[in-house]
């Protein structure tokens, strides 16, 4: 089946630092791939995403990579603040295109 | 703008009971509707998404079933719950954008405790 695999599934870093989570992909048709991050008892809010046909999107102190050879993309968070303390998922569009794939989530922590 | 809601927002059930979530759309036509389901500390499964009234496509089988019978509403049922059924339901919506699902954005959600 097409799955979203992302790693790490937790991840604790100090206030000020970065953090980077990663997905790989298996369904090569997939062209779109966006971020979400989820508070806790909250529903998921989109953060950021991307198209097939870029490579890199940033906004703010967030940033997107996508390598569709390798079928991998990877979420930067640059100067991380305890307010991004959350579950981030990622997610790629199924062969269908009506629907996305998730990723089992990453539990981000930013300790003060 | 355009907003989601779901309701009930909270649901305790005993088990073999029915169920019945609804989910509607404002402020835009025509939208893709899905339903998620994500139990505690876990990802999200996509259950069903519809891309028009009466329309849809079932992701995982179970004892669950999903109905579309206006443009922007959208339910979810099942006949009997099992206690696996427990877990927080969203709905979410889309738009298409050259054929494929563009952002998909979620509702409050549906906390469901099967007992």
């Known amino acids: 089946g097409e799955n979203v695999e992302q790693h790490p599934s937790t991840l604790s870093v100090q206030e000020g630092d970065s953090a980077v989570i990663k997905c790989t992909y298996s369904d090569s048709a997939s062209n779109y791939f966006p971020w979400y991050k989820q508070e806790l008892g909250k529903r998921p809010q989109l953060i950021i995403d991307i198209r097939s046909n870029v490579g890199e999107k940033k906004d703010q102190r967030i940033a997107v990579t996508l390598n569709k050879t390798a079928k991998h993309f990877s979420l930067h968070i640059t100067e991380t603040q305890p307010e991004d303390s959350a579950v981030y998922f990622c997610?790629?569009?199924?062969?269908?295109?009506?629907?996305?794939?998730f990723g089992k989530g990453t539990s981000l922590l930013v300790t003060p | 703008s355009q907003t989601i809601h779901q309701w009930p927002a909270t649901l305790v059930q005993p088990v073999g009971s029915p169920l019945s979530l609804e989910c509607t759309v404002e402020?835009?036509?025509?939208?893709?509707l899905y339903w998620y389901r994500q139990a505690a500390g876990r990802g999200l499964q996509l259950l069903f998404y519809s891309v028009g009234i009466g329309q849809i496509s079932s992701e995982v089988p179970q004892n669950l079933s999903a109905s579309r019978p206006q443009d922007r509403q959208f339910i979810l049922s099942s006949k009997k719950l099992l206690l696996s059924d427990s877990g927080f339901y969203l709905c979410?919506?889309?738009?298409?954008?050259?054929?494929?699902?563009?952002?998909?954005?979620f509702g409050p959600g549906t906390r469901l405790t099967v007992l």
């Open positions: 997610a790629a569009s199924i062969r269908s295109g009506y629907a996305l794939n």
């Open positions: 402020g835009t036509s025509n939208p893709n």
């Open positions: 979410a919506w889309s738009l298409l954008w050259r054929g494929s699902t563009d952002t998909q954005y």
